[in-house]
C-alpha cells in the first residue's frame, strides 16, 4: 500500500543516523521492553505470520502512524491481530478483564530457555518453487508500476525504475500473498540502481542502492 511507513526518499524527516552515531538505549522504556516481550510471546503462537503483522501496523491513519512511536505502532497491530484471529475480544482489551463465561485459550507457552534462539533464529521465508528464474545475474530490468493496496515490500521511489540483476536469492515467501494468509514463493533478487536512476541528473550524490525484489515486481527491458 502507498502509506506513510513507505518513506524511502521522502525529505523532511531527517538523515538516517549509522549504528555508530546513534547512542540510544535499546528501549527508551520499560513500556516498550513490554510491548516487545508480548509481541515475541503472541507470535510463537502462530496464529498469524510476520507480512500479516506488518500490515497490521502499516494499515492506520497516516496522522496516527507517524505521531505514535516505533512501539507503539507495534502494539497496535498487535492489538488489532489478536482480535481478528479470536485470541481476544474488544471488550477484553478494554477492560483487561477476560469476559464472563468465556473459556481460557490453551496453547504451549514459549519458555524463557527458547527466547534467544526464537529472536535470532525466527523460521527461514525460502520456499522452493518449480518454475525456473526469468531473470540472470547481469540483466538489466524496469520494476513495474504497481500500486497495490494491501501489503507490499516493492518501495515507491524504485517503481518504473531501471537497474541491474546483482544477486538471486532462489525463492522466497512472496509478502503481498503471505499477508493475505496465502504461501507461495517466488524468485527474489537485488538489484542494483544508480542514485541518478532514481532521484536524476541533477543530483550530486555518487552512489548507488541495491533492493531486494520478488520476481512479480520486475520487467523485462
Not at 506488518?54 to 512511536?69: C, G, S
Not at 540483466?139 to 504497481?146: E, K, L, R, T, Y
Not at 542494483?192 to 520476481?215: H, K, P, Q, R
Amino acid at each position: 500500500m502507498n502509506g506513510w511507513h513507505d518513506l524511502g526518499g521522502m525529505h523532511g524527516f531527517g538523515p538516517i543516523l549509522s549504528d555508530s552515531e546513534c547512542d540510544e538505549f535499546v528501549f527508551q522504556t520499560k513500556s516498550e521492553a513490554r510491548v516487545f516481550a508480548l509481541t515475541v510471546a503472541v507470535e510463537y503462537l502462530d496464529k498469524w505470520n510476520l507480512d500479516e503483522s506488518r500490515y497490521a501496523i502499516e494499515d492506520q491513519h497516516p496522522v496516527d502512524y507517524l505521531k505514535n512511536t516505533y512501539y507503539e505502532n507495534w502494539l497496535i497491530g498487535l492489538e488489532r491481530l489478536m482480535i481478528e484471529k479470536g485470541l481476544i475480544t474488544d471488550n477484553e482489551l478494554e477492560s483487561g478483564a477476560m469476559d464472563a463465561g468465556a473459556t481460557p485459550n490453551e496453547f504451549a507457552p514459549l519458555h524463557v530457555n527458547e527466547v534467544e534462539r526464537y529472536i535470532y533464529e525466527g523460521g527461514t521465508t525460502q520456499l522452493p518453487i518449480k518454475p525456473s528464474p526469468q531473470f540472470e545475474i547481469g540483466d538489466m530490468v524496469s520494476v513495474a508500476n504497481i500500486n497495490s493496496i494491501g501489503h507490499t515490500r516493492l518501495p515507491r521511489y524504485v517503481r518504473g525504475k531501471r537497474g541491474l540483476v546483482q544477486e538471486h536469492h532462489s525463492a522466497h515467501v512472496l509478502p503481498d500473498q503471505n499477508a493475505l494468509g496465502n504461501r507461495m514463493g517466488e524468485h527474489l533478487y537485488s538489484v542494483y540502481f544508480t542514485a541518478s536512476e532514481i532521484w536524476g541528473e541533477t543530483n550530486e550524490l555518487d552512489f548507488g542502492v541495491c533492493v531486494d525484489l520478488w520476481e512479480s515486481y520486475l520487467e523485462v527491458v
